[in-house]
């Protein structure tokens, strides 16, 4: 199987850890990821925020990249797949805006274009490869799956129930964690707000960590590189504000799949997380707990 | 707050027709339930709420509406949008009021978001991707903060999760020429 690559901006820097652990997983999945060839960043909320055609245009370009490559885009950041879907819809929906966009990205487009899909939707599609894959079993570690916002809403893009999500709960599961059940699977962290009102993004992000603890879970697992700089990387600062003690381990999904399926730690980037991970290790595998950095 | 509506209606009008015509939406739709008001995880900071920024578009307050906190503070997570018992997708609404504010030199209640995008999009004209050090780095020099995120920004280097020198596309060139384009295309509309 083989699928084009879409990493994005942030899994080339802020959150390599799970670019690292995409690679590891699909690698043990025999799926062949092929990034695309100079792909340029989506536009983010930035771009939507301030130019209408700019918004679509930034995306267009990467999925008329995709379409000369000819495979269906595996995009592994939330917002990138909320862009470039978004564009997508627009496109097939409006002929106009195709052929202005044609103009202002000098490339073609279809009414239909390649399939993108979050890696979230393409991995839960790979249940039973990964069934036969688990080599060390989770062995009930109570994970809370934080799905977000941007990766399955608006509703027109999403691959699961943008209100009651259960992809991720399915795929932790077969690693043998014992996703619980809470109510902030999809309440927003403030993700593009984190530069620009702290404070707003401290109190949502106080907000999930306390249910999250509160329902019993001893990891956050995500889907998002927003979500985890905001939930792992300000955590200390949620610490300072609140008065808080959180010491809650966030890990990419992929990270939980790696481990199930015995990658080191170190392969899955589990030693560079602001929080640390090591109550993870000691619960799941005592015998290969990371060494510092 | 006293409002003529027979003059806001009546001078809002154009205003109400562009933002309908640029985001699809009909803001007759919005029967003001306040399900998008009771959903948005931002409405405990906001100076109005979802719904109230809609009732003012209806009734053709443009500047109220633009001068609203809310259009800034809204993180576009859209969980309006998918509650909406009508339909209306008012993240795009957002989006379009962002536009206009900004296009219409309104952006005092949302300085540091409109100043945050022009750096993001900076980076991403130049460079073809955004630059996180970067951009975090040009932020706080325009904004007068120097060493906000500090710890973070050193956590993140010592992890290796920032790069100093930006990564750069071959294509810049392409990259700018769809910045010009788009640009010129936002003017003629």
Known sequence: MKFAYYPGCSLHATAREYDLSTRAVCDRLGIELKELPDWNCCGATSAHSTNHFLSTALPARNLAIADEMGLEVAVPCAACYQRLRMAQNDLARDPVLREKMEAVTGRPYKEEGVRVKSLLELLAGQGEALKSRVVRPLDGLKVACYYGCLLLRPPAVSFDDPEHPSSMDGLLEICGAEPIDWGYKTECCGASLSLTDEDVVLKLTRDILAVALGAGAECLVVACPLCHSNLDGRQGHVNKKFGTGFQLPVLYFTQVLGLAMGARPEELGMNIHFVSTDKVFKKCCPENTPRKR | ?189
């Open chain 2, 1 to 189: 707050m006293t409002v003529n509506l027979t003059q806001s209606l009546r001078d809002g009008a154009d205003f109400r027709r562009r933002i309908e015509d640029q985001s699809g939406q009909t803001l007759s739709d919005c029967y003001q339930c306040g399900k998008c008001t009771a959903g948005c995880p931002v409405a405990f900071a906001a100076d109005a709420a979802p719904h109230q920024v809609v009732r003012m578009l209806q009734l053709g307050l443009r500047d109220e509406a633009l001068a609203t906190r809310t259009i800034w503070l809204c993180a576009a997570c859209s969980t309006c949008t998918t509650r909406c018992p009508r339909g209306v997708d008012l993240a795009r609404i957002m989006d379009c009021l962002r536009i206009a504010a900004l296009r219409q030199g309104k952006v005092r209640a949302g300085r540091q978001v409109a100043l945050f995008n022009n750096v993001f999009l900076e980076s991403v004209r130049k460079y073809g991707r955004a630059h996180e050090l970067g951009l975090a780095m040009g932020l706080n020099l325009k904004r007068g903060t120097p060493l906000k995120d500090a710890d973070l920004g050193l956590g993140m280097l010592k992890r290796r999760k920032l790069r100093l020198a930006p990564s750069r596309i071959r294509s810049t060139g392409e990259i700018a020429a769809i910045f010009r384009r788009a640009g010129e295309m936002e003017d003629g509309k």
